[in-house]
């Protein structure tokens, strides 16, 4: 695939946070963007960088009647020496076209997803912030643009990927949050889109991270949605416990998002011999071990946070304290061991990091 670069006139570029101004995660986006359109029958035609802006679409595309719509989220770091870092682009386009195919998507080969990041992040680097913590986050996404109410696969289709400058997850430091077990409404049932990562998932778990919030949580634990017993995700992050030193984690059973941090920090406990198990984990097991003190610690792995240590849960009206409401020991040392490899302080024996050269 040719890419044709369309670049901004340089006195109409936007404007760039300031050294010390903060970074607000999703409010500030770069100059450019990537766009590659579909047509059945035709296939994929030739990718374009053009300066971020509006797309035009049709009142009835099918996007915004049926949710045809998928997306993907990684970041760019600046290292140490000066270079540019991708961590593991290859697994984010990998399940960019698990999720196509779920959704009846096209599906885009990896290697033109990953040169269309690359592309784009080459021209915007100047909006890779250097300030500690601090990177390019970077939305591909994939919507159905043909014109036509009807609930059937779309014809049309447009990939594009924009890019925006964000600052360190945790502005007041890596402090635990407190979770509320969700009890009445559920996140995703298995043979559904739990896995899939598409728009209707965020939707569909809004109010109850609003409910949560007003009660003054910070994020909510996902159970199953069969029998209410289980434990899923917490919030929009996949969840780790340290039973009697064990780190043991919900299997990949459909109705859970196969996360990228997720797999490296399995990576990773497996590289230092550390026992995992992939096990169904009832939450009355979670409450119980942590008032006995068996459950050490506790937390939930993505992109935006990397690790989110777990400081309580609240269920059922009863709450219990993880890691004597402290980070702990097995939780900052991957947090420090993934960021240190993102940034490239620390030696990749897992070949996770792309260079950008």
Same mark, same amino acid.
């Given at each position: ?11 109409? @570029? ?19 963007? =990537? ?47 000066? #270079? ?19 959704? @009846? ?48 696969? #779309? ?18 430091? =890596? ?13 995703? &049932? ?52 340290? =039973? ?24 990773? &406990? ?34 935006? &946070? ?6 309580? =849960? ?8 993880? #890691? ?6 097995? #939780? ?26």
């Amino acid at each position: 695939m040719t890419i044709t670069i369309n670049r901004v006139p340089p006195d109409r @570029c936007r404007k760039k946070p300031g050294k010390d101004e903060a970074l607000p995660f999703g409010k500030i986006f770069s100059d450019h963007m =990537f766009l590659l359109d579909y047509e059945e029958g035709k296939g994929w035609g030739e990718g374009r960088i053009v300066p971020y802006g509006p797309i035009e679409l049709y009142p009835t595309a099918v996007v915004l009647h049926y949710a045809q719509e998928i997306f993907e989220g990684l970041k760019a770091y600046y290292a140490k020496d000066g #270079s540019i870092c991708l961590f593991r682009p290859d697994q984010n386009a990998e399940r960019m076209n698990r999720s196509a195919t779920r959704l @009846c998507m096209p599906t885009i080969p990896v290697e033109t997803q990953i040169n269309a990041i690359r592309e784009l992040v080459r021209l915007d680097r100047d909006w890779i912030p250097r300030a500690d913590g601090s990177s390019l986050y970077i939305r591909p996404t994939m919507i159905a643009t043909e014109p036509a109410l009807g609930v059937r696969p #779309s014809s049309e289709y447009l990939y594009f990927i924009v890019t925006g400058p964000v600052g360190a997850y945790y502005a007041k430091g =890596f402090e635990p949050v407190r979770i509320l077990v969700e009890e009445n409404y559920i996140r995703a &049932a298995r043979g559904g889109l739990g896995d899939t990562k598409t728009g209707a998932n965020y939707a569909a778990s809004i109010l109850a991270a609003m409910e949560a919030k007003n009660k003054g949580f910070d994020q909510v634990l996902w159970l199953d949605a069969e029998t209410r017993r289980f434990v899923e995700e917490v919030g929009t992050m996949n969840i780790f416990f340290v =039973f009697d030193g064990e780190l043991v984690t919900p299997p990949l059973s459909g109705s859970i998002l196969p996360g990228i941090t997720r797999d490296s920090v399995i990576q990773l &406990a497996k590289y230092w011999n550390i026992p995992v198990v992939e096990r169904n984990v009832e939450i009355d097991e979670v409450m119980r071990r942590a008032q006995d003190g068996s459950l050490s610690e506790a937390f939930g792995t993505g992109t935006a &946070a990397v690790i989110s240590p777990v400081g309580g =849960f609240s269920f059922q009206g009863k709450d219990v304290t993880v #890691s004597s409401g402290r980070v702990g020991k097995l #939780s900052k040392r991957l947090y420090d061991e993934i960021t240190g490899i993102q940034y490239g302080m620390i030696e990749d024996h897992h070949n996770w990091v792309h260079r950008v050269e």
